[in-house]
């Protein structure tokens, strides 16, 4: 075939002006095609939105429908060091000084005038339960003061060191909130206990906590969820270290203490507890 036939045979699959066929198609060919598949996909999009809205209607804006609850929660520190650490010179004020402000700021809510006005006094050593009434939600749902005066000398209203000027530092713990979780049995509160780890354990010397005895009181729980209580205040436990060695590491493990929560697995090392290194310099 001359390059002339070939040229003709392409220029007329695009467009040939004795059929009127344009991509080897008349417009009415096209037409059809294009109708199907508009009709097809507006199609998909209608069962796509309404597969949506029915799934939306089994939905509760205030409680997950479906969670995936860990058996055993994980726990956090305040301050934040980098990388787990807590390291700082008691000669250098701007070393320990960060610590104390991102106390102060993570502690503001927690203030007794600010609980006093968006929480309720309740009864310590029981849960408080806030039951939905059939259909009728109850929400949003109370939450129960935490005073930041229930952290003592760790409070940071006494002293706005946080004791680490006097090489005595206070380390805040949190459990990772979980919705609906009942942490105790009977009257027995969950609590926390630290220690050093083996290799340090005669560098940490006595701690005292805060609250008494380290403990998460029952009345906290449970948690109902973000949405339906969006004054919760997290409790917190405080560990204030009195005695520990100075100018080496400390390696430090948490964990909470409960009947109800079972401990962690090889699978999850990290719940439950919480490791950290904390390392006080006197030398200039």
């Known amino acids: ?47 796509f939105c309404l597969t949506m809205y029915v799934m939306l209607q089994t939905l509760d804006d205030h409680k997950p429908t479906w969670q995936d609850r860990l058996g055993t929660p994980g726990m956090m520190i305040r301050p934040e060091g980098e990388a787990m650490e ?6 250098n004020t701007e070393s320990w000084d960060m610590y104390a ?62 004791g680490y000027q006097a090489a005595q ?8 909130r979980v919705i609906g979780m009942l942490p105790g049995t009977g009257n027995e509160a969950p609590f926390v206990t630290c220690g050093a780890k083996k290799e340090d354990s005669e560098k940490m010397g006595p701690l005292v906590y805060f609250p008494p005895n380290g403990t998460f009181n029952l009345m906290y729980y449970p948690y109902y969820g973000k949405k339906a209580q969006v004054n919760y ?28 929560i079972p401990p962690g697995s090889e699978r999850d090392k990290f719940a439950g507890k ?8 006197t030398v200039n």
């Open 101 to 162: 402000k991102s106390l102060d700021v993570f502690l503001s809510p927690y203030n007794d005038s600010e609980q006093a006005v968006k929480n309720e006094n309740c009864l310590e050593n029981q849960y408080f339960v806030q039951a939905d009434s059939g259909d009728v939600k109850n929400n949003p749902k109370r939450s129960c003061q935490f005073n930041r005066t229930t952290l003592g000398i760790c409070s940071g209203l006494e002293d706005r060191t946080y």
């Open 233 to 260: 205040s997290q409790p917190l436990v405080a560990l204030k270290f009195l005695n520990i060695t100075r100018n080496e590491d400390v390696n430090i493990e948490c964990r909470i203490i409960s009947s109800s």
């Open 274 to 281: 919480v490791s950290f290194k904390l390392r006080i310099n």
């Open 169 to 176: 530092p206070c380390v805040i713990l949190k459990l990772n």
């Open 1 to 47: 075939m001359s390059k002339d036939a070939e040229k003709s045979t392409w220029k007329d699959f695009i467009w040939n002006p004795r059929t009127r066929e344009f991509c080897g198609r008349t417009a009415s060919s096209w037409g059809l095609i294009l109708l199907f598949y508009l009709v097809f996909y507006i199609f998909l999009a209608g069962m």
């Open 86 to 91: 807590i390291i700082y010179n008691t000669h």
